[in-house]
């Protein structure tokens, strides 16, 4: 199936946990970095990605580069292809878990 089929059927849908999937052509709108000093993921990234008018959560781990951090301005505003893992995060302040696309490695995403 084609990549907005994919996309729209995620959007809620729990039934895809954990399963292994590849977006094309995401435009990422927003981007924010865990800074917690107390968090394990200090330095993971969250990219707000739009496609067709639906809006998706790219969730990266921290990511190095020749030994530097990957820092966020690395893709805002850029148009990127993904391979990642369906997963859930319950946002700060809220009872409702939201679908993200969990990425483990700089590969994963690849910028136009």
Do not use: M, W
């Amino acid at each position: 199936s084609n990549v907005e089929d994919v996309t729209s059927t995620f959007v809620g849908n729990y039934n895809a946990l954990h399963t292994t999937v590849k977006l094309t052509g995401l435009t990422v709108v927003e981007t924010y970095t865990t800074t917690k000093e107390t968090s394990d993921d200090k330095g993971a990234i969250s990219l707000t990605c739009e496609k067709d008018g639906v809006k998706i959560t790219i969730r990266t781990i921290v990511l190095y580069e020749d030994g530097k951090l990957v820092t966020a301005d690395r893709f805002e505003g850029q148009t990127i292809d993904i391979k990642g893992i369906v997963d859930a995060y319950t946002p700060e302040g809220s009872t409702e878990a939201q679908i993200q696309i969990r990425v483990f490695s700089l590969d994963a995403i690849t910028i136009h």
